[in-house]
């Protein structure tokens, strides 16, 4: 279906647009009464963005809102039986109730979670991204407010994100460039760039439009609810910085060798320049040019992985031409790190440092969990035997993660946890039409 129009005035900004932001906040609250959620809902409602103010005013924004709601906040704002019944049933369950499903077991399980997300007392979360502290400041204050006007309105945990240093580009605590593969959804205005194998239908990412499989099916209702919005998995990631260093010194004698550890591990330099393309020598500006960094495959470029591992992070999480129906599998990420930097050669210093993403989609059983079950936790992916995915995956210290070279491969074993997970949950985001309904729940009509 050529020429599909997204409602762009009824689209939450964040699942179209990047905010240019080096801050934010995430603040993750529950309604202990259904008329101060509303009323909290109202209050907020006017700062919340659609993608089509953002994209007329993203030069003068300072800050940037969007707001979602568990399946119990639904139902804690007044959503009635009916409707809530026609929600996924993976939604409904949250995630914690998925742990088994996701691998978040030992370290990584809900238990040990330590910002309340794994509470079925969690309602709502609002994310800001703000342009620079003084204006983070200045919207937590605010929104104390508008939370104190809202009767029985509680904050159960907050984050705060922070670049990390040098700004001038996205990237991890790890050193990793960041937000290299988005894919192009079809029409949203953005072009395709090469090696993405063209726009996703809109309905892949936005519900009440047709996706790859055809019309819109299984849509929440009533109406108002199965239009532009979406759901979203929150994951927020420790990244155990110096456990990482120690890793790259371990198996890399010199600094050059060291980066083509981490690299191997990636399936990119740090700069963002791909292994396909840069095998031997990093590439930064081949990393930077988004025309370029993307436009390779597997299949006929490295398919036995000589370049790129079979087990490399960026091949679980997009096998491009060596796993079918791609455009079934594809999500929108969003979010920032949080936690201080620590610099290059700096001790570990205990500090927890990390990504708290949302990993968004218009199916979380086919798009998040098939990710997090089948390319990132299977042990056997790529026929691979005893591997996760290196950077997010499940390590225990038990599994191997192996490097093809000639003439012998390289296997190291004994894999350390480079990442913990420390909270998450499942978020509906609603259209901002759909958002006034919410709050206008228990008025008469």
Not at 100 to 126: F, M, Q, R, Y
């Amino acid at each position: 279906m050529k020429g599909v129009k997204l409602e762009f005035d009824d689209i939450q900004h964040i699942l179209l647009t990047r905010a240019p932001a080096i801050t934010g906040r995430y603040e993750f609250l529950s309604f202990r009464n259904a008329a101060g959620g509303r009323a909290w809902l109202s209050a907020i409602l006017e700062k919340v963005h659609s993608a089509a103010a953002v994209r007329a005013s993203v030069g003068k924004d300072k800050r940037w809102v969007s707001v979602a709601f568990t399946w119990n906040g639904l139902r804690a704002l007044g959503v009635d039986d009916t409707s809530l019944a026609t929600f996924p049933e993976e939604f409904k369950q949250g995630m914690v109730a998925r742990a088994e499903i996701l691998g978040d077991s030992g370290a990584n399980h809900p238990k040990n979670w330590v910002d309340n997300t794994a509470s079925p007392e969690l309602h709502a979360i609002v994310i800001l991204f703000a342009k620079d502290p003084a204006e983070r400041g200045r919207c937590e204050s605010e929104h104390k407010k508008l939370i104190a006007q809202g009767e029985g309105v509680e904050v159960l945990s907050s984050l705060d994100l922070e670049a990390v240093p040098p700004l001038g580009y996205a990237h991890d605590h790890f050193g990793y460039r960041d937000r290299l593969s988005e894919p192009a959804i079809e029409g949203s205005g953005d072009e395709p760039r090469p090696g993405f194998g063209g726009s996703v239908k809109a309905g892949e990412f936005i519900l009440g439009y047709p996706d790859e499989d055809g019309p819109p099916a299984n849509l929440p209702q009533p109406e108002i609810l199965s239009r532009n919005g979406s759901y979203m998995a929150y994951r927020r990631l420790q990244e155990h910085v110096g456990a990482f260093r120690d890793f790259l010194r371990q198996h890399g004698e010199t600094p050059e060798e060291q980066e083509l550890v981490a690299a191997k591990l990636m399936g990119r330099w740090r700069s963002g320049a791909p292994l396909v393309l840069a095998p031997h020598k990093d590439d930064p500006e081949l990393g930077a040019d988004m025309q370029r960094t993307n436009d390779f495959n597997y299949k006929e470029m490295d398919p036995h992985g000589y370049a790129v591992p079979l087990g490399a992070h960026i091949r679980r999480m997009n096998p491009r031409d060596t796993a079918a129906n791609m455009n079934r599998r594809r999500m929108i990420r969003r979010g920032a790190p949080y936690g201080p930097h620590l610099p290059e050669g700096a001790p570990e210093d205990g500090k927890e440092r990390g990504i708290a993403s949302f990993i968004i989609c218009a199916s979380l059983v086919r798009q998040f969990e098939f990710a997090q079950n089948v390319w990132i936790n299977d042990k056997n992916f790529h026929e691979l035997g005893n591997e996760r995915d290196p950077i997010i995956g499940k390590q225990d210290g038990t599994l191997e993660y192996k490097i093809p070279m000639r003439p012998i491969r390289k296997k190291i074993t004994g894999l350390p946890a480079f990442t913990t997970l420390r909270g998450g949950a499942y978020f509906f985001l609603p259209g901002l039409k759909a958002l006034r309904y919410l709050a206008s729940l228990g008025t008469p009509r």
